[in-house]
């Protein structure tokens, strides 16, 4: 059993013939392994193997541990944490609670004029290769990533991502990771991605409000978790002098009012317990019901640099059944 370096290059010593080379990597698929054959011929000129792979990476979220506290003071109102959005290369590193979410990567490959990009959906985590041969050939007379100089930055720097969850915001984490750390250290950011998966944003508890004079809203709850703080935030949005004529109610419920009574009884300060969908307006609600009800998924912006005369889109694949 041999183990490469950093650089992925090792040197054996077998016998003439033909022999079987059995290769194992995380980005060899499901099961992170291969075979080839090989045949040995005498002189070492002559035997040398190459295995390209194309970089796989994993997009998924976690949310954040449940309060341990089983018996909370009613007068503190919830923490309102965020969930993580994290990239990963080796699958192994995915851990047990992990959630597919939407979303959209985008990743500049200077060295054959791409500009790498995938959207993905919430059904099962996401599975992409970052690799331009992978997908198509590029422009005619582009150079190939085996072409590109060793001293090129590290196209992994440009991975940009960005997601959407209902009734939660998407913060991206500015400066992003990947780049501050190759800027930094140099050296391929892949290397170090194998080792550890890095959260590249967050999805922030929010309340999606459906205003009956067809505008919404997505406040976060840890500035307007409280129910006072919510309503004096949608009077200024309305232009509504006196927020005591605006209307607060649930979205899934039949026209209850959003007060500290129907939050938690014992509670005097009357938070929002969890994202959620609320309607609002003066008066009559009808026409924020039905905005509500003809919601569709957000559209997902497509982060990172626009496509121009260098960078042409290539819509990667993503590997469906690779990761449950």
Not at 157 to 177: C, M, N, T, V, Y
Not at 186 to 203: D, I, K, N, S
Not at 258 to 265: F, K, S, Y
Not at 308 to 317: A, G, N
Request: hydrophobic share 35%.
């Amino acid at each position: 059993l041999f183990r490469s370096p950093s650089d992925g290059r090792c040197k054996l010593i077998a016998p003439l013939g033909s022999r079987a080379l059995h290769l194992r990597h995380p980005a060899l698929g499901p099961s992170g392994r291969e075979s080839m054959q090989v045949e040995v011929l005498r002189g070492e000129a002559a035997n040398s193997v190459t295995r390209r792979l194309a970089a796989r990476v994993f997009v998924y979220c976690t949310d954040p541990e449940a309060e341990e506290d089983a018996d909370p003071d009613p007068e503190d109102g919830p923490l309102y944490d965020p969930s993580c959005v994290w990239l990963a290369s080796d699958p192994g590193q995915i851990t047990d609670d992990a959630l597919a979410c939407r979303g959209c990567l985008s990743c500049p490959w200077p060295a054959s004029e791409n500009l790498l990009k995938a959207k993905f959906g919430s059904k099962n985590i996401a599975a992409l290769e970052l690799h331009p041969a992978r997908h198509e050939s590029g422009r005619a007379g582009a150079a190939t990533p085996s072409e590109s100089s060793s001293s090129d930055p590290c196209p992994f720097a440009g991975i940009r991502l960005s997601g959407s969850r209902s009734d939660f915001l998407w913060q991206p984490k500015e400066p992003s990771p990947l780049a501050e750390r190759t800027a930094e250290l140099g050296g391929c950011e892949l290397l170090r991605l194998m080792t550890c998966p890095v959260a590249l944003g967050f999805f922030k508890p929010s309340a999606t409000v459906y205003c009956a004079n067809g505008s919404r809203y997505d406040l976060p709850l840890s500035e307007y978790g409280k129910v006072d703080a919510l309503r004096s935030k949608m009077a200024e949005l309305l232009q509504v002098a006196d927020d005591v004529k605006l209307r607060l109610v649930f979205a899934d419920r039949d026209n209850m009012e959003v007060t500290r009574e129907n939050l938690d009884p014992k509670s005097k300060n009357g938070f929002l317990p969890a994202p959620m969908a609320l309607l609002c307006g003066v008066g009559d609600l009808t026409a924020a019901k039905r905005l509500y009800e003809a919601r569709s998924e957000e559209a997902v912006r497509e982060p990172g640099p626009e496509a121009d005369d260098k960078l042409q889109v290539l819509d990667l694949e993503i590997l469906s059944g690779e990761q449950e």
